[in-house]
């Protein structure tokens, strides 16, 4: 079955305490990225992946880190989390970037106390 | 001030009538894209418009883009309670620059009552 798998679903952690939230897919796909979703400010790019070892910053990237080692894989790095990044986090994958239909993962709501 | 204004931003109706969600923005925008979300889930892609002035229908729903390229609109004729979800608004290639990314509107959050 297609799909991007993301992990974990859930997760609470607290200020500082460096966490990584994995993404995966199958489909072959050149095009990752990473969104978060907040109330009323729909979804927000934090960085997305043209191809393997390149990635660009979205609209919001201060915080975040990503690598591209692999075409499959693309796993979000919060080095130091804080408050303000509780937030409900989505990865999609897509053909090439841009018009093209993204599938998204199915999400990974974090809490940093 | 996001770049894509989506309105309402909740509207709740009762089954069978008829509603319209706008996407405006000041941007041109290459294509435009909507999706919609459910609960626990994350965004499914309805429909991608990319010509000035064209319009696509899916079942009830039908969706037009601007002769500018720069605001659309979703209508849904006769609304089920299935359709009840959050709509998303996406544009792509609004100028060099962000060419590949994919910037989103806040969202219409659609309840419709049986």
């Known amino acids: 079955e297609a799909q991007v798998t993301q992990n974990p679903r859930y997760l609470i952690t607290v200020t500082g305490k460096k966490l990584t939230v994995t993404c995966s897919q199958n489909?072959?796909?050149?095009?990752m990225s990473w969104y978060r979703q907040d109330p009323g400010l729909g979804l927000r790019q934090i960085y997305y992946?043209?191809?393997?070892?390149?990635?660009d910053k979205g609209d919001v990237p201060e915080g975040y880190k990503v690598s591209r080692k692999e075409k499959r894989n693309f796993p979000l790095i919060l080095e130091s989390p804080s408050p303000n990044q509780t937030s409900l986090y989505f990865c999609?994958?897509?053909?090439?970037?841009?018009?093209?239909?993204?599938?998204f993962g199915p999400g990974t709501r974090l809490t940093v106390t | 001030t996001q770049l894509l204004e989506q309105s309402p931003q909740f509207l709740s109706i009762q089954e069978g009538e008829n509603l319209t969600v706008y996407c405006n923005s000041s941007s041109v925008f290459s294509s435009l894209q909507w999706y919609r979300q459910e609960p626990g889930e994350g965004p499914v892609l309805l429909v991608t418009v990319v010509t000035g002035g064209e319009v696509k229908k899916l079942k009830r729903l039908t969706f037009q883009f601007g002769d500018a390229r720069k605001d659309s609109s979703l209508h849904i004729t006769a609304a089920q309670p299935g359709d009840t979800g959050l709509y998303l608004c996406?544009?792509?290639?609004?100028?060099?620059?962000?060419?590949?990314?994919?910037?989103f509107g806040g969202g219409t959050r659609l309840m419709v009552k049986p």
């Open positions: 489909m072959n796909h050149e095009y």
């Open positions: 996406a544009g792509a290639g609004q100028s060099v620059d962000a060419g590949n990314m994919l910037t």
């Open positions: 999609a994958s897509s053909l090439w970037g841009g018009p093209t239909e993204q599938y």
């Open positions: 992946s043209m191809n393997v070892e390149v990635t």
